[in-house]
Nanobody
Framework: QVQLVESGGGLVQTGGSLRLSCAAS????????MGWYRQAPGKQRELVAT???????NYADSVKGRFTISRDNAKNTVFLQMNSLKPADTAVYYC???????????????????WGQGTQVTVSS
């Protein structure tokens, strides 16, 4: 079974830092683009940052210069380093993979649009 499991959320003061991790479990062959999204109470889920298998990154304007996305392809893990946090960054952060190829009893299969369970990030003023 293929899953994305996030960790690293928590409570931090304004100006502080947190590092989120998201690991894909299962007999993974490869993962295409991975990313982080967030959803604040009463708001729609929004893009935070994405990174392709080759390392090309994309950031929301609101986090440019403060957040850094990276990945370890050998460990099927994506990270989000968040610095200079603001109360406006408070949200549930979700990991996403747009395509995962994996082996299921020797058969190659694909999954599309996979989400983690989310991790809460709270920034106090």
């Amino acid at each position: 079974q293929v899953q994305l499991v996030e960790s690293g959320g928590g409570l931090v003061q304004t100006g502080g830092s947190l590092r989120l991790s998201c690991a894909a479990s299962g007999s993974i062959v490869s993962i295409n683009t991975m990313g982080w999204y967030r959803q604040a109470p009463g708001k729609q889920r929004e893009l935070v940052a994405t990174i392709t298998f080759g390392g090309n990154t994309n950031y929301a304007d609101s986090v440019k210069g403060r957040f850094t996305i990276s990945r370890d392809n050998a460990k099927n893990t994506v990270f989000l380093q968040m610095n200079s946090l603001k109360p406006a960054d408070t949200a549930v952060y979700y990991c996403n993979a747009d395509q995962i190829y994996y082996r299921d009893y020797g058969i190659s299969r694909g999954l599309w649009g996979i989400w983690g369970q989310g991790t809460q990030v709270t920034v106090s003023s």
